[in-house]
């Protein structure tokens, strides 16, 4: 069994900041790829930026240079640093990650964060 618990989010005026964390745990041998999606009222999921096993980073073109991804492996743990904040990024906020669970079986399982609130006001 993985979980994935996201915290961090909140209300904050545009021009602010929120960190969001995603901590993942239970069995769990290795994590590859983990990422943020959003999704707004009456619009899709999308992605906002992504991270792989080896650090590589890539981000939605509305958030570039505002947000930034990074990762602990040590403690399982992706972050969505989030400055400039613009009304536009009020959303609720998914983690996602691709994992091993097992050294023994290799392949690779997804899983989903509850989703966390952001609401940015002008």
Known sequence: QVQLVESGGGFMQAGGSLRLSCAASGTIFSINNMG???QAPGKQRELVAG??????TN???SVKGRFTISRDNAKN???LQMNSLKPEDTAVYYCDCKLQRHWWYGSLEDY???GTQVTVSS
């Open 112 to 114: 989903w964060g509850q």
């Open 59 to 61: 981000y939605a073109d």
């Open 36 to 38: 943020w999606y959003r």
């Open 51 to 56: 991270i792989t096993s080896g650090g590589s």
């Open 77 to 79: 743990t992706v972050y």
